[in-house]
């Protein structure tokens, strides 16, 4: 495998901490860093692999800060966790089961249909922000 250019490492560094910014405060940076990846090269598996092990990182950080403030009730977080498990696991399952070719063209399509739905949204106007005081 080829060396990554500087200047499309420096590139994909600075999409992915624009992504964790938006990801801590409303969510949704894998619509910035999932293109990204795709424009750079990587195959769409790898891609989304690539994305969700991002995306994973701030999920963890959210979540310990969460606990530390008393913020979830982990006695009701099991069933979920298990549910989320179960349907992470069948996902990727689903996409390493897909043509890759079809995957190239299904990714811009499915991103821009997120896009527009939370664009759109009446429910994104409503939603309760994280630490948002009541």
Same mark, same amino acid.
């Given at each position: 495998?080829?060396?990554?250019? @500087?200047?499309?490492?420096?590139?994909?560094?600075?999409?992915?901490?624009?992504?964790?910014?938006?990801?801590?405060?409303a969510g949704g940076?894998?619509?910035?860093?999932?293109?990204?990846?795709?424009?750079?090269? $990587?195959?769409?598996?790898?891609? $989304?692999? @690539?994305?969700?092990?991002?995306?994973?990182?701030? @999920?963890?950080?959210? @979540?310990?800060?969460?606990?530390?403030?008393?913020?979830?009730?982990?006695?009701?977080?099991?069933?979920?966790?298990?549910?989320?498990?179960?349907?992470?696991?069948?996902?990727?399952?689903?996409?390493?089961?897909?043509?890759p070719g079809a995957?190239?063209?299904? $990714?811009?399509?499915?991103?821009?249909?997120?896009?527009?739905?939370?664009?759109?949204?009446?429910?994104?106007?409503?939603?309760?922000?994280?630490?948002?005081?009541?």
């Amino acid at each position: 495998m080829d060396p990554i250019p @500087t200047e499309l490492l420096g590139l994909l560094v600075l999409i992915a901490g624009v992504a964790g910014c938006i990801d801590a405060i409303a969510g949704g940076g894998g619509l910035l860093t999932l293109p990204a990846l795709l424009w750079a090269g $990587l195959p769409p598996v790898e891609a $989304l692999a @690539t994305n969700k092990l991002q995306g994973s990182f701030g @999920t963890a950080s959210a @979540t310990l800060r969460f606990l530390r403030h008393g913020a979830i009730d982990l006695r009701a977080l099991g069933p979920v966790a298990v549910l989320t498990l179960a349907g992470s696991a069948g996902g990727s399952w689903l996409v390493s089961r897909i043509d890759p070719g079809a995957l190239t063209h299904l $990714l811009p399509a499915l991103l821009v249909a997120f896009a527009l739905y939370f664009l759109f949204s009446r429910e994104w106007a409503t939603c309760p922000r994280a630490g948002a005081s009541a």
